[in-house]
């Protein structure tokens, strides 16, 4: 089964200051069609996952763009560019290129 | 727009059965695969199974093949989940999640349920 590693799991921020997250495949994550199905999750306190980036970089609707994805490969990133109060919580990267579907154990991102 | 409601969790005691609900609204449900996936405090976020849009396609994880089955209704805009079996390590917040494709060859979930609290203890 494929791993995704990510790092940090706890990520401290100031206010105002860039975050990045990595997450690391043990395969390349290509699939035949040539796209790559990287997805990146945010876990808010108390809610469920919701979808932020999907296929390594395109942004959901009303996701604000100081969140970015970037990567190809087994090497992914998720930035935010300036950290604001309501992006603490749970990022999770996952995968579905391949099958089982596997996440990344999550980064906990707080603020300092 | 798309809501998708879980319910049926609760404490159940170990070998017990239990089987979860998700009622989907705001969107075509039968134009959808769908999956449930756990949260769980040991291993994180759990990928459990898939269902194409008209049923007839399922896989399972490892970890609960033989034990869990997924099914739909698409009368009535429900997915299922009946677990049997159950181990204390099930224990777990339950998730039901929405595909962007009717037929899955790669997984993409956008949207997920708010999820049900599922306790196997004695």
């Known amino acids: 089964d494929v791993v995704l590693t990510q790092s940090p799991l706890s990520l401290p921020v100031t206010l105002g200051q860039p975050a990045s997250i990595s997450c690391r495949s043990s395969q390349s994550l290509v699939y035949s069609d040539g796209n790559t199905y990287l997805n990146w999750f945010q876990q808010r306190p108390g809610q469920s996952p919701r979808r932020l980036i999907y296929e390594v970089s395109n942004r959901d609707s009303g996701v604000p763009d100081r969140f970015s994805g970037s990567g190809s490969g087994t090497d992914f990133t998720l930035k935010i560019s300036r950290v604001e109060a309501e992006d603490v919580g749970l990022y999770y990267c996952m995968q579905g290129t391949y099958w089982p579907p596997a996440f990344g154990q999550g980064t906990k991102v707080e603020i300092k | ?122």
């Open chain 2, 1 to 122: 727009q798309v809501h998708l409601v879980e319910s049926g969790g609760g404490v159940v005691q170990p070998g017990r059965s239990l089987r979860l609900s998700c009622a989907a609204s705001g969107f075509r449900f039968s134009s959808h695969g769908m999956h449930w996936v756990r949260q769980t405090p040991g291993k994180g976020l759990e990928w459990l199974a898939v269902i194409w849009d008209d049923g007839s396609n399922r896989q399972y994880g490892d970890s609960v093949k033989d034990r869990f089955t997924i099914s739909r209704d698409n009368s009535k805009e429900t997915l299922y989940l009946e677990m049997i079996s159950l181990r204390p390590e099930d224990t777990g917040v339950y998730y039901c999640a929405r595909d962007v494709q009717p037929k899955i060859l790669v997984a993409n979930f956008d949207y997920w349920g708010q999820g049900t609290l599922v306790t196997v203890s004695s």
